[in-house]
C-alpha cells in the first residue's frame, strides 16, 4: 500500500486524505492542531510543526511515505524539500520557495510573448513608499493567501494604511504595489503539471466584490471565453509555469483579461481553494483532479485520462451581505435540480473581506446540459 504524507490538516487537507482513503492509500496528517479538519479523517495524524522541515523528513523517512502533497502556501516549500530529501517526485525547492512570492515572480515572468502585468512597486514598509503619480493602486502581501490583506487605494492619503495591514498578514517582510487594473474580467486556471509537462485542465471564470479588498463571490466552470481567447489561455499559462520552473504538480494561476490582453494577477503552487479544485473542476470536466494531483506526488500520474474532458457547467455562489440578491435563490434552490450541495451557516448574511469558501453561506450547482440562469430565477416567486 502506498504511503501518502499530507502537510497541513485544513480544508483542503480534508480533501486530499478523503480521495486518498478511497484509492486505498495510507494518509498521514501533519499539523499541531490535532482537532483540525483534516486530523478527523486521516489514517494517521503527527502532531509536528508543518516549518519544521527536519522533523517532518524524519517523520516521513522513518513511515517510508511514497509522496509529500502540499496543501496551502504555506506548506508548498516544507513539502518540496521533503519530497526531494526522499527522492521522491516533486518541483525544485528553490522553485517552490519563490512561487509563494510575488515580486519574484512577475520578475520572472515580465518576458513572456503575450502576457501582461501592471506596473508595480516593492515596499518593505511605510518608511519607503515608493513615488506613486497615478492611483487607484492595490496593495498586497507579498506572500499570503486567500485575498488577506489586500486593499484597493484611491489616493495617497490611505496608502500607509494599506500598507500596514498588508505588513500584518504577509508572510514575507515587505509588500507589492501594484496599478489597479479596474477593467476586464478576473479568471483562474486550474493546472496539473508532471515531470515538465503542463496540462490545463479548466479556466473558471470569476464574481468579484471589487475595491476595496476584491474578494471573489462566485466561480463559475467552464469559463466564458471564445475558443481562441481559451487557446491563447492555455498558451501563456503553460508558458507562466515552464518559467516559473515548475515540473511537478498542481498550479492556480489567477489571470485578468482588458481587451484581448492577459495580465497576470498572481501564481500559486497548489490547487484552487473555496471549492475550485474540488469539487468544481472534477464537476465540470469529468476528470478526478485530487486524484492526478495525488498520482504526480506518488509518480504514477495515468496521462492518458488527461484529454477529452467533459463539458459540463459547475460554480459556487457564495450568499453573502455583498450578494444579497442572492439569498432568495439561496434559500428555495433545495427545488432546483441545478443543486449540487447546499452550505447553511445562519439566517443572517454577513460581510467578507478575504475569501472563506467554508465558513460562509454558499450553495454549488452543477449541470451537464446547460448553466442555470440565475438573472432570471432572481426575480422568480418562490411562494
Given amino acids: 500500500m502506498d504511503k501518502l504524507a499530507i502537510i497541513g490538516t485544513g480544508y483542503m487537507a480534508r480533501i486530499i486524505a478523503n480521495r486518498a482513503k478511497e484509492l486505498n492509500i495510507e494518509t498521514h496528517c501533519f499539523s499541531i492542531d490535532e482537532h483540525s479538519v483534516a486530523g478527523e479523517v486521516c489514517d494517521f495524524f503527527h502532531n509536528v510543526n508543518i516549518l519544521d522541515i527536519d522533523a517532518l523528513t524524519e517523520v516521513c523517512r522513518k ?39 510575488k515580486t519574484i515572480i512577475r520578475r520572472k515572468v515580465k518576458n513572456i510573448e503575450e502576457l501582461f502585468q501592471p506596473r508595480f512597486w516593492i515596499c518593505g514598509g511605510i518608511q519607503d513608499i515608493p513615488k506613486i503619480n497615478n492611483y487607484p493602486v492595490i496593495v498586497k502581501p507579498i506572500a499570503a493567501g486567500g485575498k488577506r490583506g489586500i486593499s484597493v487605494v484611491k489616493t495617497s492619503d490611505n496608502i500607509k494604511t494599506a500598507i500596514t ?4 498578514v504577509s508572510k514575507v517582510k515587505g509588500v507589492l504595489i501594484e496599478e489597479f487594473l479596474s477593467d476586464g474580467q478576473e479568471y483562474s486556471v486550474e493546472s496539473l503539471s508532471y515531470h515538465g509537462s503542463h496540462y490545463i485542465i479548466q ?55 482588458i481587451d484581448g490582453k492577459i495580465y497576470l494577477i498572481e501564481l500559486n503552487g497548489r490547487p484552487g481553494g473555496d471549492h475550485i479544485a474540488y469539487p468544481l473542476t472534477e464537476l465540470s470536466t469529468g476528470y478526478p483532479y485530487i486524484t492526478g494531483i495525488i498520482q504526480v ?33 439561496f434559500d428555495n434552490c433545495e427545488t ?27 450553495f454549488i450547482y452543477y449541470s451537464r446540459e446547460k448553466k442555470p440562469n440565475f438573472e432570471d430565477m432572481k426575480g422568480k416567486n418562490y411562494e
Fill in 63 to 101: 513511515i517510508d511515505v511514497n509522496g509529500v502533497v502540499a496543501t496551502t502556501e504555506l506548506t508548498i516549500y516544507p513539502a518540496s524539500v521533503v519530497a526531494k530529501r526522499l527522492g521522491l517526485n516533486g518541483n525544485d525547492e528553490t522553485v517552490s520557495k519563490e512561487v509563494t512570492d
Fill in 165 to 168: 495591514e498588508a505588513l500584518s
Fill in 203 to 257: 479556466v473558471t471564470q470569476k464574481d468579484s466584490s471589487g475595491p476595496p479588498h476584491c474578494v471573489e463571490l462566485g466561480h463559475h466552470q467552464p469559463a466564458e471565453l471564445l475558443h481562441e481567447m481559451r487557446k491563447k489561455v492555455e498558451k501563456v499559462v503553460s508558458r507562466i509555469l515552464t518559467t516559473v520552473g515548475i515540473t511537478d504538480g498542481p498550479c492556480h494561476t489567477e489571470i485578468k483579461i
Fill in 297 to 329: 506526488a506518488l509518480n504514477k500520474l495515468d496521462e492518458t485520462q488527461l484529454k477529452n474532458f467533459e463539458k459540463n457547467y459547475s460554480g459556487v455562489h457564495f450568499v453573502t451581505t455583498q450578494t444579497a440578491y442572492m439569498k432568495p435563490i
Fill in 336 to 362: 432546483e435540480q441545478w443543486l449540487y450541495y447546499k452550505n447553511k451557516v445562519s439566517d443572517k448574511l454577513s460581510p467578507i473581506t478575504h475569501n472563506d469558501g467554508f465558513n460562509t453561506n454558499y
